[in-house]
């Protein structure tokens, strides 16, 4: 089971401590900083309804990294971690309950993995999370029980997952920094959001458009600011609305490597809040979703704001939260690149359509972006290819089986030679947009990863 989910986490509200964690299943060793930190993370900042219940997640830190190996109480092993965070999926209820203090009763279930599979795990703990509301513990025993029976979670697997008398239609991704796509999924038919589940990809109820919708014509600009490693504070009225968008946004950086933080909801409880939320300028590439308006102060210096969420009517207009409006708010960045005016004409008119087709539409958005991603690889591939020792030089020249070193010059030659295929507003908007990206850490970490393919498929051709 632990390959798939570490454990499930029951939280209570406690009058006078707050959360606190009351019960894992199966046993698992957690820290007491981790029990804090996931217990004050499963529960929303502020109040958000009378009764009714929500579904989120977040990331925080693993703090068992630095033990080798830390042995659970039935006795199994926890697993090495994969990137030295946990990632939590947590269904928050709020019932009305005479007996309490409060007169209502708040409960978190949560899913805690190392494997960040948004649209699985929100799915499965949509699922029990109700259930486990009525029927207690023995719906967690049946939940353990369904996943201890899955097979592994192999690279690219696309598989029937068995929970709670159901079956789920999953693909797995090959690893963290490879998009899944709707147009190559493996699942032998047209892809079909409600039967088929991407599992790294966010998930897609409400539709993404919808909690984006403020923001839609800046959504270019957010790419933009995406690739050059701009941190973005992302507030929103529910954990729910900033996990979904974070998500979404990170999902956009693939293929390249994953060079920042993100946190799809963080609270001033937070271990990391000192460390992430200062007078410092912000970390590079930090995606931040918060709901609680002290952040409006504490990040007052944060150069790129975007405010998610639905659309309230006119009659809710009064309960929403203090915060910032919603929409996207940069004080720096200037576009380099024209955004595709018919692409956003499609996706405001779908706002106004049939849940079905809003999620076609946020579908269909994703991948322009994403493959705005890709297209923005093309000059630095094509200068690549030039670095690939020929044939003679891989036979004559000592040790010459990796890449040449990267000339910033002769990119710059090349990309004045050849262009790129993005729809640039000028040469200088080009030059000035690669210059920027050739200096954050993302750069480092693609170019190294390319160096480590070529240099892996050299040495196999050279012993084969």
Known sequence: ??????????????????????????????????????????????????????????????????????????GNNRPDNIDGYLYGYSHFSQRRDNTSKRGYQQTSLVLLSHLQYPALFTTLIMKLGPLFLTHGVPMLE?????????????PGLTIELGFLGSVLHVELPMNADIQQLTETA?????????????????PLDPPPISIFEASLPHLWSIWECLMLCEPIL??????????????WLRDLLRPIPLANDFRP??????????????????KSGLILGVTNPFFQKSCAHWPHVLSVGLKASPRRQATIMAGPPLGWC???????????????????????????????????????????????????????NTLIPSPTERTTVSGCRRLKPFSTVDFF??????????????????????????????FGLW?????????RTLQDKWTG
Not at 24 to 44: D, G, M, Q, R, T
Not at 142 to 153: D, E, G, K, L, R
Not at 188 to 197: N, R, S, V
Not at 447 to 455: C, D, K, M, R
Request: glycine content about 2%.
């Open 1 to 74: 089971m632990s390959q798939w989910v570490l454990a499930f986490v029951v939280v209570n509200f406690d009058l006078d401590v707050g959360p606190v964690v009351c019960g894992v299943h199966p046993p698992l060793h957690l820290a007491p900083a981790e029990k804090e930190n996931i217990a004050f993370s499963s529960f929303p900042d502020s109040l958000q309804f009378e009764q009714g219940s929500e579904v989120h997640s977040f990331r925080i830190q693993d703090l068992g990294t630095s033990q080798k190996r830390v042995v659970l109480d039935h």
């Open 142 to 154: 049946t939940a353990c029980h369904n996943i201890a029976h899955w097979c592994s979670p192999s």
């Open 186 to 202: 493996s699942f032998h038919e047209k892809f079909d959001p409600t039967l088929h589940l991407l599992s790294s990809i966010a």
């Open 234 to 247: 992302v507030f929103g009225s529910s954990p729910a609305a900033t996990s979904q968008a974070v998500w």
């Open 265 to 282: 909801y963080f609270t001033i409880h937070d271990k990391d809040h000192a460390l992430l939320v200062n007078k410092l300028p912000p």
């Open 330 to 384: 940069t004080r720096t960045h200037r576009r380099y690149i024209s955004k595709d005016r018919q692409v956003l004409k499609a996706i405001e008119k779908a706002c106004h359509a049939s849940v079905q087709d809003r999620i076609q539409a946020s579908l269909d958005l994703r991948r322009h972006l994403s493959s705005r991603t890709n297209t923005m690889l093309v000059p630095l591939n094509r200068y690549l």
């Open 413 to 442: 030659s090349s990309l004045k030679a050849n262009g790129s295929p993005l729809p640039f507003k000028s040469a200088t908007k080009r030059r000035e947009f690669y210059e920027r990206w050739l200096k954050t850490p993302a």
């Open 447 to 455: 170019l190294a990863q390319q160096e480590e393919v070529v240099h």
